[in-house]
Nanobody, 126 residues
Framework: QVQLVESGGGLVQAGGSLRLSCAAS????????MGWFRQAPGKEREFVAA????????YYADSVKGRFTISRDKAKNTLYLQMNSLKPEDTAVYYC???????????????????WGQGTPVTVSS
């Protein structure tokens, strides 16, 4: 069982930066692939970024590539999303997710993830 708690969201002007954190419980954090998704009002939850459980391979949506960076600190059981050059269209509630242990898949679909946090809101003003 994994529990996820996001933090770091807030209000920022366009062009600014935020760093989201996702603290995970459990002793086997390193065996889970992790991802960030977002959901804007009236829209479905969409993939943002993911990191594999082994090798640290990273994956990004085209809309955030070059602006966002996903990383994880296994010693702190924490996942991060560094967001730079933010745009108004990045406004959404951001969720972190964890797959089942040792899962290797596409990572870009919500069905790939078994655990979710409660979300942290990000608002980018123009």
């Amino acid at each position: 069982q994994v529990q996820l708690v996001e933090s770091g969201g807030g209000l920022v002007q366009a062009g600014g930066s935020l760093r989201l954190s996702c603290a995970a419980s459990g002793r086997t954090f390193s065996s889970y692939a992790m991802g960030w998704f977002r959901q804007a009002p009236g829209k479905e939850r969409e993939f943002v970024a993911a990191i594999s459980w082994i090798g640290g391979n990273t994956y990004y949506a085209d809309s955030v590539k070059g602006r966002f960076t996903i990383s994880r600190d296994k010693a702190k059981n924490t996942l991060y999303l560094q967001m730079n050059s933010l745009k108004p269209e990045d406004t959404a509630v951001y969720y972190c997710g964890a797959t089942r242990p040792y899962y290797s898949g596409a990572y870009v679909y919500t069905r790939d993830y078994d655990y979710w946090g409660q979300g942290t809101p990000v608002t980018v003003s123009s």
